[in-house]
């Protein structure tokens, strides 16, 4: 395809310019930025007509004689052609348009603007008008689909969009550009451009190449390239037959590829390596027309597209004059800048470009020097020079080999959650729970603005980003930024203090020449900032550097909520649109841990991760691109469930859900609703919306699925109280006993469910997760259905949970007081530790009576929890037999597995996490919480839930049954065990069991109607009645051991004081017991007693 590039003239002033033809191909025009649109009869014309505009003209189109110009007073307007008569104006946006272009038929105009938008107008009637949403940033360019049915737009946001006209919606997406604030400041314009006729592929310029996408799939099917092109590819544009495709690059660098082989059939310099920034086809296919920046335009002539790839035109192939052909092979040629006017054709190295297609043998190499072997081939005849680039012809060298497999994902780049994009220029640095950063950077500012939720937290802030940070983040203590280094300045962390009580708020830290800042965030007390030199640099709140960290690879985002750290990074690369993250999550505070190892984020197929945060209650949990939400399960092995899916609350598909914040209590996922866009924006402030969870269950439509879905999800959102309790931290009480009723409710509704249906098997399965007390329920409601092989199974497990309820227990006292009978034996001498125990005997028995008179109160709240069919079942229960529904909540608390507990769990509206000194301060004017046995150093155990319910329950059955309990307490003094009853069974005895052996004949002389799981309970209560030392000398007695002289008389010792106190009147137990408790809240006795012990 031999050509002539002709010399270029002036036509326009210096700027933007662009090109096209009118239909016959008489007359090109041109616009610029001068204001003015020509009409040229040929590039030889001196006079040519014009038309002014406005100041500036940034895009033209004509079709069917009529002119769109998009001008700087941001309107579209439409003229005659070639009279140049003004015709109104189409459509108006907020700011300039920035490209314009007819369709096929010239019936309608699309443009795309600075303010986002796209507007599809019909030229016949400027008030039909359809708007395409969506874009975040600016609109470079826009082509219409020959069909009429699809639309292309490019945006400085970097993506590439496909829409439907009709619907308005998103067809595709793809993110292939680099992102820019402004078309002035984008590296590319990136002017699409459909195939004409069927529309088969749609041309997009990405870099140095040139993407080809299928229709329909929308799979990236070939890529053209040149080895000679390096330069950014500014415009494309088809020939008129869609078989040849021109591009015109930031460079200056013409080329023409042969769609169907691949090839790069032309090659041509702009004569002072201009950008190229406008490029239009000749509709007869043998002229390409071509504008710079500079406002100079020039003509490719004598292109042969009528014919194929093995024929050209006679008229070029023999004008070639010697002096060309010795120009071509000079040694001086740097194999890169062409010959005026000579073709490409007979230039070095028409690469082949490796595509998608099936005609891998049509692809082969040139030498590597470049240039053709066979000089005399060029020349032989017309047809030799076709015959040099007929893919039919043995390949000179061996084929390249070409990949089929799946194709790497270009990696997420890092990002801060609750952010919008940096380029915009009014923009959210930071929203969070705490509060709101926005960053404003235009021309009459350069600041930063912070508000806080609360404003008791502080007041809000305007601060002047002279050093322009690009990150934030804000915590109840401080706002964290951070800017990018520069060719003079290194990458700086800054952070303002608020919370702190001295006069210097603020500290400034430079990192080394070769980091810059990617993540930031803040926690209690401390700073994590990620680098990309892989590290991790870990500040206390106060500017102390205290870790420093490599990561495993590039950071994605970090987030932090008190002592946890969660970080997020490449571990790879991703293949076929997936991305490959990991996740870490560290824990700090008094212990550092790491509780999750660098384990696979899991995202949803062909996405990546948008938001990444925790719960108001320290829940890590993350949102990907398709809009789902997934948190930590801890109960699970720290594995990701899915519990919402905010496109299925969207309206359509432009529409989108910025997430800002997630509360397990109440279930609540706070967040921006963000019309047409991904993003909100900074004015006017956006409303926050509340979605609800939903776990992804089967048949949630039936009410089996919604039963079991509530279960689930209530389980999930309340194993943060385990967590926050083994962390140290004192949790709602309250909360976590309305969780659990919750859930044993729903579990009754569904084993009432089951029952209705038949399904004992899953009876039992819905029995086995129940507590004893709501076990106990399902065997009445059993009985009353008339299934007496179901409830007799569902006997079995209620044996069954008393058992894990009375092995629990004392072994847990056991622990308790071993542990406290070693630190006070470290401490004191033999008669201050005896005098000591007797002091946490008593204070035990006080915590007790304390005790007895809440558990009535207790009850009548577990009542309330029960659905309304079921309660007549609890009146029952409640009536018959008092300990069940007590015991009940015992086997509720154990059998769950929840750790010791101690600090108060914050609420949504405070969302404050209280330090351990600050909560054990506060203990004395709690409620009725259980104090340790024994004064343990810097401990946060307080007590478990099983001994907290444990004594309740065995006040209660004090008080019902209190002649023979005060009878049975006083003479039990059980005789040594024996050694035969530990080889009865393969495992050992428990405490309890042996004392049952020892009394169960009087608990059966006192009530002998009683069946053996009455028994059991009666024994336990009983049992849970002795004092703790007591039943430490039973337990010790099953393992065999006996206790030393000094052990057996503080047992005596305990024993006689527990009788003597049990004989005094109410009146004097009263008195004793206020006076204790006052004690108890007195922190200067405690302080005393211990001065005088020690001396």
């Known amino acids: 395809m031999p050509c002539e590039r002709k010399p270029m003239r002036y036509g326009h002033s210096e700027g933007h310019t662009e090109i096209c033809f009118d239909d016959s191909g008489k007359f090109f025009v041109t616009c610029g930025a001068d204001g003015d649109v020509r009409i040229w009869d ?52 907020t700011t300039n348009a920035t490209h314009v272009t007819f369709n096929h038929s010239g019936s309608r105009v699309a443009a795309g603007s600075s303010d986002f938008m796209v507007k599809v107008v019909e030229v016949s009637d400027s008030s039909q008008q359809k708007t395409l949403r969506g874009h975040e940033a600016p609109v470079l360019s826009v082509a219409f ?30 993110p292939l550009l680099q992102k820019t604030n402004d078309v002035s400041n984008a590296k590319s314009l990136c002017r699409l451009a459909w195939q004409p006729g069927a529309g088969k592929f749609l041309a997009v310029p990405v870099e140095s190449k040139v993407h080809l996408y299928e229709r329909g799939s929308w799979n990236h099917v070939s890529t053209l390239s040149d080895d000679l092109l390096t330069q950014l590819i500014n415009v494309v544009s088809w020939s008129p037959c869609g078989q040849f495709l021109a591009a015109g690059s930031v460079g200056g660098s013409l080329n023409v590829w042969d769609v169907n082989s691949k090839l790069c059939v032309e090659r041509q310099k702009h004569e002072k390596g201009f950008t190229v920034c406008g490029l239009a086809w000749h509709p007869s296919g043998s002229q390409i027309a071509y504008t710079d920046t500079e406002g100079r335009l020039g003509l490719l002539d004598g292109l042969g597209t009528s014919t194929s790839t093995t024929t050209t035109e006679e008229a070029p192939a023999a004008k070639k004059p010697a002096k060309d052909y010795d120009d071509l092979f000079d040694d001086d040629d740097d194999d890169r800048v062409m010959d005026e006017g000579l073709s490409d054709t007979n230039s070095p190295v028409k ?35 076709g015959d040099a680039v007929i893919p039919a012809a043995a390949p000179l060298v061996p084929l390249r080999p070409v990949y089929e497999g799946p194709m790497p994902t270009p990696p997420q780049k890092a990002f801060q959650p609750g952010s919008t994009p940096a380029h915009l220029t009014h923009r959210f640095m930071m929203w969070n729970s705490v509060g709101i950063v926005r960053g404003y950077n235009d021309e009459q500012d350069n600041a930063i603005d912070v508000e806080f939720h609360d404003s008791a937290v502080h007041h809000a802030m305007h601060l002047t980003n002279s050093l322009g940070h690009t990150m934030a983040d804000l915590s109840q203590e401080a706002v964290l930024l951070a800017c990018p280094s520069t060719d003079e300045l290194a990458s700086k962390l800054q952070c303002l203090h608020f919370s702190s009580w001295d006069t210097n708020k603020e500290w400034m830290v430079d990192l080394p020449n070769d980091e810059d800042v990617k993540a930031l965030c803040l926690g209690q007390g401390w700073a994590a900032v990620a680098t990309d030199a892989l590290m991790l640099r870990l500040f206390s709140i106060g500017g102390v550097q205290r870790e420093i960290i490599s990561l495993p690879g590039p950071v994605v985002c ?150 079991e879905e509530q279960f689930l999800r209530s389980s999930l959102f309340h194993n943060h109280y385990s967590f926050l309790s083994t962390s140290g931290y004192e949790i709602d009480e309250d909360g976590l006993s309305r969780s659990q009723k919750e859930q044993q409710e729903l579990l009754m509704k569904m084993f009432a469910l089951s029952c209705k249906l038949e399904r004992e098997f899953r009876c039992v399965e819905l029995a086995q997760l129940m507590t004893q007390s709501v076990v106990t329920l399902a065997i009445r409601y059993a009985s009353r259905s008339r299934r007496m092989a179901l409830a007799e199974r569902l006997s079995e497990i209620a044996l069954e949970k008393a058992n894990q309820i009375q092995e629990e227990g004392p072994e847990e006292e056991e622990a308790e007081l071993e542990y406290t009978r070693r630190t006070s034996g470290r401490r004191q001498e033999e008669e201050e530790e005896r005098e000591g125990e007797e002091e946490e005997v ?49 086997s509720s608390s154990s059998s769950s597995g929840q750790p010791r507990v101690t600090n108060i769990l914050d609420n949504m509206t405070s969302s404050k996490k209280l330090s351990p000194l600050s909560v054990s301060a506060g203990k004395g004017s709690k409620g009725p919480v259980l104090k340790p046995l024994a004064p343990r150093p810097k401990s946060k155990t307080q007590s478990t839930l099983l001994q907290m319910t444990g004594s309740k329950a065995a006040n209660k059955k004090t008080q019902n049954i209190q002649p023979a309990a005060d009878q049975q307490k006083q003479p039990d003094v059980p005789p040594p065990a024996s050694p035969l009853d530990n080889t009865e069974n393969k495992r050992p005895k428990t405490g309890f069991q042996l004392w049952l052996e020892e009394n169960r004949k009087s608990i ?19 049992f849970r009645a002795l004092t703790a030392e007591e039943r430490l000398s039973w337990t010790e007695r099953a393992k065999g051991q006996t206790g030393d002289a000094a052990d057996l008389k503080k047992r005596k010792r305990a024993e006689g004081g527990g009788g003597g106190a049990e004989n005094e009147n109410g009146q004097a137990e009263a008195d004793e017991n206020s006076a204790k408790k006052k004690k108890s809240l007195d922190p200067s006795s405690k302080l005393a007693a211990f001065a005088f012990n020690k001396n």
């Open 842 to 890: 008593r204070e035990e028995e006080d915590g007790q009576e304390m005790e007895t008179e809440e558990s009535t109160e207790i009850r009548k709240r577990q009542l309330k929890c029960f659905p309304s069919r079921l309660t007549r079942f609890v009146d029952n229960v409640w009536m018959g037999n008092v300990q069940v529904l007590g015991s009940g909540k015992l």
């Open 1004 to 1022: 059966t002389a006192d009530q002998p109607d009683l069946e053996e799981t009455d028994i059991i309970k009666e024994a336990m209560g009983r």
């Open 351 to 385: 690469k082949a470009v490796t595509g998608n297609d099936d005609d891998d043998d049509d692809d082969f190499l040139m030498p590597a020097t470049g240039r053709v072997r066979n000089r005399g081939a060029i020349l032989d005849d017309e047809n030799s020079l």
């Open 42 to 93: 040929g590039l030889d014309d001196d006079d040519p007509k014009f038309i002014t505009v406005g100041e500036k003209v940034y895009s033209l189109a004509l079709k069917k004689d009529k002119l769109v110009t998009a001008s700087s007073n941001n309107t579209v307007q439409i003229h005659t052609f070639p009279d140049g008569d003004p015709d109104g104006i189409l459509t108006r946006f």
């Open 145 to 174: 689909d020959p069909k009429d049915d699809l639309l292309a737009s490019a945006s400085c946001d970097g993506s590439v969009v496909v829409w439907n006209i009709e619907e308005q919606t998103q067809v595709i997406s793809w």
């Open 558 to 707: 970090l987030a932090g909520h008190g002592e946890q750290l969660l970080i997020i990074y490449h571990r790879g690369t991703g293949f076929d649109g997936e991305q490959a993250l990991g996740v870490q999550l560290l824990q700090f505070g008094r212990r550092k841990r790491q509780l999750i190892n660098c384990e696979p984020l899991p995202l949803s197929r062909k996405s990546h991760l948008s938001w990444l945060g925790f719960t108001a209650e320290g829940t890590p949990c993350f949102v990907d691109s398709e809009g789902v939400v997934r948190m930590l399960n801890r109960s699970l092995g720290n594995t990701w469930t899915p519990v919402c899916n905010t496109r299925e609350t969207c309206k359509s598909k432009s529409d989108h859900y910025w997430v800002v914040g997630v509360h397990e209590n109440p279930q609540q996922l706070r967040c921006i609703p963000c019309k047409g866009s991904r993003y909100p924006p900074t004015l006017p402030r956006p409303a926050v919306a509340i979605l609800p969870f939903k776990l992804p269950l089967c048949q949630t439509t039936t009410e089996k699925g919604q039963m």
